[in-house]
């Protein structure tokens, strides 16, 4: 076998052994879905991330069965069942007192737990990932892209799935690139209580939602509505002392846990108002790096898994045209992100209603109605495979 740099063709400092490949950047859900999918496919890519692991900082995640689909179709579902939550019921209540309940099949998990089969799924396809590429600066003409070591690769294609911060993003569309503060700030921890079901917990200017991560733990996130911006970082620590003045005295009892855990964390949910740019020349965008919405239907995650699996089965159709998969992958997702983006927000402001008259007619037909059935039916049942069916047959 030939020595290694004799395979590398160097041209004005650039490396080209991945001239023909599709640039992953970032190994997050939306990033090791494409992965996964292209190696299936047979077609060369190969991911960047600028971590060197992947930690968990107190993240849960609730996938749906929109989300759910595509799991099983990269075949990792059954593995990630075996190691989360599958809650059956959703108990939504206010002041202490349920208002009603709703028939789900969630996957509640940790974020840790997914990465983890996706990761191990598309290494196991011989997926090639390099840990420590820290992205500076993209040459968006010439597919060029610099990293913080000094390593600098041709490319063939820039798929940008690097998060709400997304460098990618800020190195092409400089005036679109910075998030917005929402105007809501959350807090999540894991912590060592059992939980069968999911609960949500409404009142005024807050929201708690609780849910089982696997057989001894479960996750714990509060929203509350504040017009002071926090940073965006899942690494920001929060304290039990400033938490347990925002909530009722009768959650921080429920979740009597939550007192002496030491990994409680807080940060600014940010968004983008425009979420209409999912690609550009050369460079297409995934899961938050093109949309990120704030988390209140729980599709954050679930819209990551199927941006990946629709651009990289829209790639695999057609290989030598990387224009029309972009052109079809924003007439498939454009609507339904934007939907998502938009329903989320005006979740948040039901979930925080001050006045007692609205919360009164909220309760009640939530109470009397089946208006959360209808609201999440549609998200729910999309499905991916057969959206890329449709257009390919």
């Known amino acids: 076998m030939l020595p290694f740099f004799l ?45 060197s692991s992947i930690s968990e900082y107190g ?86 892209l610099s990293f913080s070591n000094n ?4 490319v063939g294609h820039i798929a940008a799935c690097d998060g709400i911060k ?45 849910y089982p991560i696997n057989s001894s733990k479960m996750s714990f996130v509060a929203a509350f509505k504040s017009h002071k911006a926090s940073i965006e970082s899942w690494k920001s620590k929060g304290s039990f002392n400033d938490l347990q003045k925002l909530l009722p005295k009768y959650i921080l009892e429920k979740y009597s846990s939550l007192k002496n855990n030491d990994e409680l964390y807080k940060w600014g949910v940010y968004i983008r108002e425009d979420v209409d740019t999912l690609y550009m020349k050369n460079i297409t965008f995934l899961g938050d790096a093109a949309h990120p919405i704030v988390p209140f239907m729980g599709q954050g995650g679930c819209l990551a898994l199927e941006d990946g699996y629709i651009f990289g089965n829209l790639v695999a159709k057609y290989k030598n045209d990387i224009k029309k998969s972009q ?36 309760n009640s037909l939530m109470k ?13 049942d999309y499905d991916s495979k057969d959206i890329i069916n449709k257009v390919i047959n």
């Open 7 to 51: 395979f590398i063709k160097m041209h004005n400092n650039f490396v080209s052994i991945y001239k023909n490949h599709i640039a992953i950047i970032g190994a997050g859900i939306s990033g090791l879905t494409l992965g996964i999918v292209l190696k299936k496919e047979k077609i060369p890519c190969v991911i960047f991330e600028k971590f």
């Open 151 to 154: 390593k600098n690769f041709n």
């Open 59 to 144: 993240a849960g995640i609730s996938i749906s069965r929109n989300g759910q689909k595509v799991l099983k179709e990269l075949k990792v579902l059954d593995e990630l069942k075996l190691v989360s939550g599958n809650p059956k019921k959703a108990n939504f209540i206010y002041a202490n007192n349920e208002i009603t309940s709703l028939d789900i099949d969630h996957i509640t998990t940790s974020r840790k737990a997914l990465h983890k089969v996706l990761l191990e799924k598309y290494l196991s396809a011989n997926g090639e990932i390099n840990f420590n590429f820290e992205l500076t600066d993209i040459d968006i003409n010439n597919k060029l």
């Open 327 to 362: 052109l079809l992958y924003k007439d498939l997702r454009f609507n339904r992100v934007k939907k998502i983006h938009r329903e989320s927000l005006k979740q948040g402001k039901l979930n925080h209603l001050k006045n007692p008259v609205l919360i009164f007619i909220r």
């Open 166 to 210: 997304s460098i990618c993003r800020k190195s092409v569309l400089e005036n679109k690139s910075k998030p917005s503060y929402s105007g809501y700030s959350v807090w999540r921890s894991i912590i060592n209580e059992k939980q069968n079901e999911v609960e949500f917990h409404l009142g005024p200017c807050f929201h708690v939602v609780t």
């Open 368 to 380: 009397y109605t089946n208006i959360i059935h209808i609201m999440t039916k549609k998200i729910w």
